[in-house]
């Protein structure tokens, strides 16, 4: 059974650096074609793709948002790393890892989700 | 790139059935078979329904079907249930620059 798991915190002061970690398990991200990405959504329910990280190392991230954003993998630990600098109020939301996968062509869907961890940006 | 546009709402009946459209552009719906959706209970994470336009995970009913027109991607329940009663996203493959896009999310009410 494949799970994933977000932890940080859940207030950070606006210019504050954000860490979250997703610690997963059922699979590794040693295997070829898995991937893990980072999803949040706003308090108005808007989902937006932020970064993703494979099991080739390959990073990409949102066009909007790259300058701020890094995303590590702990391939032992089964973890991945998001940090977001210069936090905003407009970052507030909740933000979610999940698997993705390279089926039939590049990573395109997102199976399973974790529980997601809401975090507010306030001074 | 702008968001996929989804209706805001949608309602039906148990038993009936229901469509909800998800408009993107040529260079995202109409350009891939890759568009997945997502079905979001209040306080839930979203969770996979379709993959790749039509294709349903092993977990997932017949009850949820998906299907392309040009630009545009369409989400069918049949045979609605209470159950059903969530919000729907609509996510895009939009090429290697842009990866995916989201719609805005359609609110399912069982009347």
């Known amino acids: 059974q494949v799970t994933l798991r977000e932890s940080g915190p859940a207030l950070v002061k606006p210019t504050e650096t954000l860490t979250l970690t997703c610690s997963f398990s059922?699979?590794?991200?040693?295997?070829?074609?898995?991937?893990v990405s980072w999803i949040r959504q706003s308090p108005g329910k808007a989902l937006e793709w932020l970064a993703f990280?494979?099991?080739?190392?390959?990073?990409q991230y949102a066009t909007s948002l790259q300058t701020r954003l890094t995303i590590a993998k702990d391939t032992d630990k089964s973890q991945v790393v998001l940090t977001m600098t210069n936090m905003d109020p407009v970052d507030t939301g909740t933000y979610y890892c999940?698997?993705?996968?390279?089926?039939?062509?590049?990573?395109?869907?997102?199976?399973?989700w974790g529980q997601g961890i809401p975090v507010t940006v306030s001074s | 790139q702008s968001a996929l546009t989804q209706p805001a709402s949608v309602s039906g009946s148990p038993g009936q059935s229901i469509t909800i459209s998800c408009t993107g552009s040529?260079?995202?719906?109409?350009?891939?078979?890759?568009v997945s959706w997502y079905q979001q209970h209040p306080g839930k994470a979203p969770k996979l329904i379709i993959f790749?336009?039509?294709k349903r995970p092993p977990d997932i009913t017949r009850h949820f079907s998906g299907s392309k027109t040009g630009n545009t991607a369409s989400l069918t329940i049949s045979g609605l249930q209470a159950d059903d009663e969530a919000e729907y996203f609509c996510?895009?493959?939009?090429?290697?620059?842009?990866?995916?896009?989201f719609g805005g999310g359609t609110k399912l009410t069982v009347l």
């Open positions: 059922g699979f590794s991200l040693s295997t070829s074609g898995m991937c």
């Open positions: 996510c895009s493959y939009a090429g290697s620059t842009t990866f995916v896009l």
């Open positions: 999940a698997r993705a996968v390279y089926s039939s062509g590049p990573y395109n869907w997102f199976d399973p």
């Open positions: 790749e336009t039509f």
């Open positions: 990280i494979d099991w080739v190392d390959d990073k």
């Open positions: 040529s260079s995202d719906v109409g350009s891939y078979n890759f």
